[in-house]
């Protein structure tokens, strides 16, 4: 067990290491997000009107863009994987005394303090874009982000285990999250969409992080908001129930569980 | 505390755990193997290295050096066989093995975008090194390694003979009982390769430790106190780098005289020795020329003009017992693939 307790902190600390000293991917890791809200918001605010009452199109999508950003840089972390077998510094992790499982909770675990970073640097910047932001907000934010980047590095490290090569990662994760993200009611409330979309994007367990976080933006909101109609723009209808905060952070935290566990007997595996 | 105490106390505990530990072997391999789909890498091989030994592995490329490495560092599994590593099953105790060993590979396992210290630390850390110890060890090895005044620079920006030092110190920085070295100075230009090796033997004395490594270099494998010739997957000799030479006779010894045919005579009457004579000049095999020489000029009647002798190198002793050399190896391989490039049919799918 303590074996497990200091791979998880190695392999963090180098994680955040690497990151720390990469200045290219601290920028990047800022700007797209950045970059994506101008664009959408700016392109968008004029020919969208008010979602509901006292939500406008672009702080509906900020909190979309925040769990969109997060989710894309979390899958990505399991890049270091590949990376780390590329440039052979994975056999010095592989022949150390460190158990498997304290190194793919380590690299979970650097990826979602990462994206714990850049979500509360998209936090600061919020105001610049209209959307209001209080201390209840980030704290109520933290938790989940962390639930939602430690699950979806689970997801790119599974897929990361098994790849040889940067570029085969990078074209398949590319393949599975730009439908990922972009049915994940980013930028359209999921409920009022055509039916087949509607099956889609409930299925697709990106849908529930990205909604709630924007139940945490959204909050404050929460009394004007038609709850009650057919099409409310947050909560996930599945069945005709719709999902609470706790109850979207539960799904994608137990299949966050699931691809994590799966990500370490997939290392196991390699010796 | 001293650096002997803390080796002390490192080292008891294994020592009362192990009694095979005691002068004993620290290495065993008892009928190795290692298959890759219907490729026989290693062929049931058999070896025991002795504590504080310098064991080489000699052979050319994809004779089984590595795959033999790989499985002592519980890095592959074996196929058949199994081996034992300071005393710990290589399969049933992998995590004991690695904590009692160093491992420096054939290709770069550094991250090359941290700075030396930060690559140590992460190795520090990873084995678990006391917070006590640990800046002074990193401290005294990367000055035995001479790259104290670099260490805080980023490994990409070291030459590949600094990387291979750095990576050597880092293999030591949890006190490890065995050190591998897997093609230590592959690589390198012969100045370098020197230095490093300067630096191994220097660390074996210092440290007690050790230290197995494979090479296909011939002046590499004369420094090892014992070494295993493998080709095609099995060991084909294993012994004392001299003991192998002088398997073949001994050194070789040409000398010139007025008379070759009586100095022939005069040889082998005395010493017993059995040569041949091509013209003026004499050959013979003899253990020591470097001694036997003087000792006959001493007393020789006959008139001597050239005097010369040549050593059987370990690629001598390879040529005899495998039928090929290490270097031709290669030079054959080269002509294979020169002759499947060029045969019509290949040369078809190439265009």
């Known amino acids: ?271 | 505390m001293t650096k002997e105490a803390v080796n002390e106390q490192r080292s008891d505990p294994m020592r009362e755990k192990d009694a095979s530990r005691a002068g004993g072997p620290v290495i065993v391999a008892t009928r190795l193997a290692r298959n890759f789909g219907r490729t026989k890498a290693v062929k049931d091989v058999s070896f025991a290295v002795e504590e504080g030994e310098v064991f080489g592995f000699l052979g050319p490329n994809g004779a089984g050096k590595t795959t033999t490495i790989s499985m002592l560092c519980t890095l592959l599994k074996p196929s058949a066989g199994q081996a034992s590593v300071a005393g710990h099953d290589v399969v049933g105790r992998r995590a004991e093995v690695r904590r009692s060993i160093g491992l420096v590979f054939q290709d770069p396992t550094l991250d090359e975008y941290l700075t030396a210290i930060q690559n140590l630390r992460f190795h520090a850390y990873a084995y678990g090194v006391p917070r006590r110890t640990r800046d002074k060890r990193i401290r005294e090895l990367l000055t035995l390694m001479e790259l104290w005044d670099r260490r805080n620079s980023s490994v990409r920006e070291y030459s590949g003979g600094m990387k291979r030092r750095l990576e050597i110190a880092r293999g030591l920085l949890h006190h490890p009982h065995i050190l591998f070295l897997d093609e230590p100075t592959l690589g390198l230009d012969p100045q370098t390769r020197h230095r490093i090796w300067r630096y191994v033997l220097d660390l074996r004395r210092r440290e007690g430790l050790t230290i197995f490594l494979t090479t296909h270099y011939m002046d590499e494998a004369e420094n090892c106190d014992r070494i295993a010739i493998i080709d095609q997957g099995e060991i084909v000799a294993l012994d004392r780098p001299d003991v192998l030479k002088n398997s073949l006779g001994g050194d070789l010894v040409t000398l010139r005289t007025d008379n070759g045919a009586a100095a022939l005579e005069e040889i082998s009457n005395r010493y017993g020795l059995t040569g041949s004579v091509e013209d003026d000049t004499v050959s013979f095999s003899v253990p020591r020329a470097e001694e036997f020489l003087p000792e006959l000029m001493r007393t020789f009647p006959l008139r001597v003009l050239a005097a010369g002798v040549s050593r059987p190198t370990l690629d001598d002793v390879f040529l005899a017992l495998t039928g090929h050399s290490i270097r031709d190896d290669r030079a054959d391989n080269n002509e294979k693939l020169r002759r499947f490039v060029s045969t019509p049919g290949m040369k078809a799918q190439i265009h």
């Open chain 1, 1 to 271: 067990m303590s074996g497990t307790v200091r791979g998880i902190w190695v392999i963090a600390y180098r994680e955040l290491l690497r990151f720390a000293r990469e200045r290219t991917r601290i920028a990047s890791s800022l700007l797209m997000p950045i970059i994506f809200m101008i664009v959408f918001s700016e392109g968008l605010k004029r020919q969208i009107g008010a979602l509901a009452a006292g939500v406008d199109f672009v702080k509906f999508m900020y909190p979309g863009i925040v769990a969109m950003s997060v989710s894309i840089n979390a899958i990505f972390s399991g890049l270091s994987v590949v990376w780390d077998r590329e440039i052979g510094f994975l056999k010095e992790v592989l022949v150390s005394p460190l158990n498997r499982s304290g190194v793919v909770l380590g690299k979970a675990l650097g990826a979602a303090v990462i994206a714990l970073f850049q979500s509360l640097v998209m936090l600061a910047l919020a105001p610049f874009f209209g959307v209001p932001v209080t201390l209840e907000i980030v704290l109520k934010l933290i938790p989940i982000v962390f639930v939602l980047s430690l699950s979806l590095a689970g997801f790119g490290l599974l897929i990361g285990s098994r790849m040889r090569s940067q570029q085969s990662f990078q074209l398949l994760v590319q393949m599975v999250v730009f439908p990922l993200t972009f049915l994940a009611g980013v930028f359209f409330p999921v409920n009022n969409v055509p039916r087949w979309m509607e099956i889609v994007s409930k299925l697709n367990p990106l849908t529930y992080g990205v909604d709630a976080i924007r139940r945490i933006f959204l909050a404050g909101e929460v009394p004007r908001l038609p709850l009650g109609s057919s099409h409310p723009i947050i909560g996930v209808i599945v069945f005709g129930h719709t999902t609470t905060t706790l109850e979207d952070v539960a799904l994608v935290g137990v299949l966050g569980a699931a691809l994590l566990i799966g990500a370490i007997f997939s290392f196991n595996r390699q010796v």
